[in-house]
Every structure is written in C-alpha cells, then in structure tokens.
C-alpha cells in the first residue's frame, strides 16, 4: 500500500479512478464527477464533501468549465496542454497547482481541494477550495483581560497566521509550513521576523521539528514534549497562549511562534521563568500599575507553593513561633481532629484537586453547583464532624485562590505539583525540610534551558539591562531594547537617538 501511494499518476481517468477508491479505502464521502467537453476532451473531478466550499465550486469552477469557449480551446490541445490552458486561461481560482503523484494527490485532497484530471494526462491540477466549518473568532477563554484585544486564536491554522499578520504588518515576518505526522499529516507553521530573530535559533526550532517521527500530531502540546529541552521538570520550558497579541510581542522579541493546526494555542520559544506571570494587559496599562500586579502574582506564587507547608511545619514542629493567643486557637480548633496536621493537609489538598477536576470534566451549567457544593457544603461539614480544623480550610482556601492568580496554566499546575512535596518535607522535618526543599528548587530551576537559554534569566545569570522588564516594568519610553538572553540580530526596539530641534 505503501508503494502505491507513493506512485506516479496514469494518463488514464479509469486507472486513477480505481486506484483511488482503493487508497481511500471505498470512502463514502469521496465525490468523483466525470464531465465531457466537446468530443475529445474528458474530466473528473474529485474532492471529499465536507472539506471544500461546494458553492464556489459550482460557481466558480464547474461554470467556467461548461461555457462554450473552453471546448473550443481545449479541443485540439494534448492532454498536458489543456491542464496548462485550464490552469492559465479558464479557471477562475487562486491556488492552481499541478500534480504528479499519488502522495501529493492525496495529501492535498485531503487537505480540503478539489482534484482535476485530464483524460491522457498524467497529472492532476490542484485547485484550493477550502471550506469546511469554522468556530468564529471569539474572546480567549485561558487569558482572559480586562483591557486590551477581545480576539483568540482558532483551531484554523491560516486564521491564526492572518491573525498575527494584522497585527505585524512587515515583509520579514516570515512563515514556514511542514507536515508533521504519518498518519495525520498536521500542518505546522513557525513564525519570526528574519531581521530579529536569532538565526541559530530558527534552525534548531527546525531541526527539533524535522526530527518528529510520530503517527499524529492532534495538539501544540504534542510538539511541545517532542522539542523541549527536559522532560525531568515540573516547570513548563516553552509558552503557550490563545492571544494573539501576546504570541506577536513575542515575536517582536526575536522569538519563534509554533502554530499547530487543529488547535488554538501557539507555542512560543524560548521562553523564561518570569514570562509566565506575565500578562498581555501588562503592557496595555501604566507602568506602575503593571508592576504592582506583577507583584501581587509573584507573592501568590509562594502563597501557592508554601503556605500549606508553612502551616504543617509551624503547627508540628516549631509552635514557639506562633503567638500564644493564637497557639491557643488553633488548639482548641484541633482539640477533636483525629489525624496530624500533614495528614489533614494531605487530605484537603487531594479532595480541592478532586473538587477542582471535577468542576472542568462535568457540563459547565452544573459546573458552578458542584463548586459551591464542594467548598461550602462539605467543607462545612468537615469542620462540624471534627475531621477537619477550621485554620486548615482557610490555609486551603487562601492557597486555591492564590493558584487563580497565576496568569499562565502550566506554571499554576507546576505550583500544585510542588506544593504535595513541600508538605511531605515540612510533615517530616518541619522547616528543616522545606528550606531543603527550596534549596534543591533553586538548585533545579538555574539548571533548566529553554532552547538554550538559561531559564532564570535575567536573574540567573544576572542581567542588570533585562530587569527592565522581568518583576517589574518600566514605561514604555525607556523599554528601548529587546531583552539580551534571545540574543537577537537588533537590540534595538526603538530609535535613541534624539529628535532634531524644529
């Protein structure tokens, strides 16, 4: 089966006509239309119903075709001649492409064209009739913000490249389209402008690219664990966002945009830690406001990782630290608990996980019940039983809001994957253990790369130029250049020079 995909097309219609039913495995949605023009001239016509915009083929191609010129033009052609004229004189269609094999036939035929075929030819003319259904350019669900752009990516892969086009409107952005999967060939396109990004870069987003070897590609995330530098991490090592906005100013920074069709998150690299407390609507207010938010993420980061350690540590361990009034509560508070304090925090930790999958899998009109349920019913009722101390679904609760605030999902579900080992290390050596903890996290963080840059950037290594625009951000006036570790072909954002006196 393999070989004769892989085979030249016949000059006759009745062969390529068997020999694709067979490929196609007798499909039921495969149209073939044979049509005859004058004496000496026969066509077929194939494309698969669903995939391409019938209307426009029947008024724009089927309708040229039977106007009765076109016999007249064909009729003493050789067969190769009339693919030629068809492509140059009578069709009425802007991707005209011709085709000699079996592979591309297929491919392209299931790609969404229509396939002509000449009776004598061995060749098919592709013609691009895209037009199967679409969701509609709508707001972005994962990074939602309260000023700035209300548009997010779709699964269409060229609705998301015109998407960043509209807004970087330069000859230099370059795009590049590969097919990536044996099975299902998805298409996957980088972006970049060739003037800023750093080549080296670009040729090893393509070299991790080429080198996939897989059946399918249904989603970014699939290329995102075939590229990435380590697996051996919790922390995601390349950004991902629906906006377009954001994936632009990433590429303004001289980094490459992976678009995936069939899915509406673009892959962006390199990235580095701070990029996920980042928001796109950071830039679209003051600077001071932006940076008090960026703040407020970074204290609900640590909020996230160690507030239930902190409270198993101090509560087993060390009570000489906590005042004495407030020693007193807490013991009366846990005067009818049964289990320590590393169990219970154990135990509410895994049943808010539980609470919060829940809420995502199940229809979102009963999604926001279950929630009240979850957290106001049983909670509730934990503590009238005894089983659960009220200092403990206030540490919780405070915890799962503060894993709300983090602007990117993979950094948030990071964040609760280190927080069940702080615990265990606080549960068996109180401080102890969670300063071990924080020591190996370092340790662990300093040593990851994305696409070879080191990931604590600008803070590891130090780069007293990039703090510009990595806890805090300047205004916009005296962002003048381009953050150092992308080591892009121009640092410069913006002309430095001053003005001319009038």
């Known amino acids: 089966m393999k070989d004769a995909v892989n085979g030249e097309l016949s000059c006759r219609l009745e062969d390529n006509d068997d020999h694709l039913y067979k490929l196609l495995g007798q499909s039921s949605d495969l149209v073939r239309k044979r049509l005859q023009l004058g004496e000496r001239t026969e066509l077929a016509i194939f494309y698969i119903d669903g995939l391409i915009d019938t209307q426009l083929l029947h008024n724009s191609i089927l309708y040229s075709l039977q106007e009765g010129r076109v016999s007249g033009l064909l009729e003493e052609l050789a067969p190769d001649g009339k693919i030629e004229m068809l492509r140059k004189r009578v069709l009425m269609a802007g991707d005209l492409t011709v085709i000699h094999d079996y592979k591309h036939f297929v491919h392209d035929l299931l ?253 979102k009109n009963v999604g926001q019940a279950v929630s009240i349920v979850g957290t106001l019913v049983i909670g509730q009722a934990a503590v009238a039983a005894g089983f659960i101390s009220s200092a403990m679904v206030i540490i919780v609760s405070i915890t799962a809001i503060s894993s709300f605030v983090i602007p990117e999902a993979g950094m948030a579900i990071a964040a609760r994957i280190i927080r069940f080992a702080l615990i265990g290390l606080a549960g068996f050596m109180g401080l102890y253990g969670i300063l071990c903890g924080v020591f190996l996290l370092v340790l662990h963080l300093v040593s990851l790369r994305s696409f070879g840059v080191p990931y604590m950037s600008p803070i590891g290594p130090f780069r007293a130029a990039d703090l510009k625009d990595s806890i805090f951000r300047l205004p916009w006036p005296l962002l003048k250049t381009r953050p150092m570790e992308n080591k892009t072909q121009n640092l410069q954002r913006m002309n430095t020079s001053k003005r001319e006196e009038p």
């Open 111 to 363: 790609s969404g064209n229509v396939m002509l075929m000449v009776e004598g030819s061995a060749s098919a003319l592709r013609i691009g009739l895209p037009g199967w259904e679409d969701r509609s350019v709508s707001e972005p669900s994962s990074q939602s913000v309260v000023r700035g752009p209300m548009e997010g990516f779709t699964e269409n892969l060229r609705t998301n490249t015109a998407l960043i086009r509209r807004k970087i409107k330069d000859s230099q952005l370059w795009l590049e389209t590969i097919q990536i999967g044996r099975v299902t060939q998805t298409s996957v396109s980088i972006m970049y402008l060739s003037h800023i990004a750093n080549e080296e870069l670009v040729q090893e987003v393509k070299r991790r690219l080429n080198s996939i070897d897989t059946d399918s590609i249904l989603e970014s995330g699939y290329i995102e664990e075939f590229i990435q530098d380590t697996a051996a991490t919790p922390f995601p090592t390349i950004y991902n966002s629906d906006r377009p906005d954001t994936i632009a100013a990433g590429i303004l920074e001289g980094k490459v945009a992976i678009l995936v069709d069939g899915t509406p998150f673009v892959l962006l690299a390199p990235t580095i830690f701070v990029s996920f407390f980042q928001s796109a609507e950071d830039y679209y207010q003051r600077a001071d406001i932006s940076t008090l938010l960026r703040c407020v993420r970074f204290l609900a980061f640590f909020i996230t990782l160690f507030a239930p350690a902190f409270y198993v540590a101090i509560t087993t361990y060390h009570q000489e630290m906590i005042p004495t009034n407030l020693v007193i509560s807490l013991a009366a508070q846990r005067e009818t608990v049964p289990f320590p304090a590393f169990i219970e925090a154990l135990l509410m930790e895994f049943t808010y996980e539980i609470l919060r999958e829940a809420g995502v899998r199940i229809p």
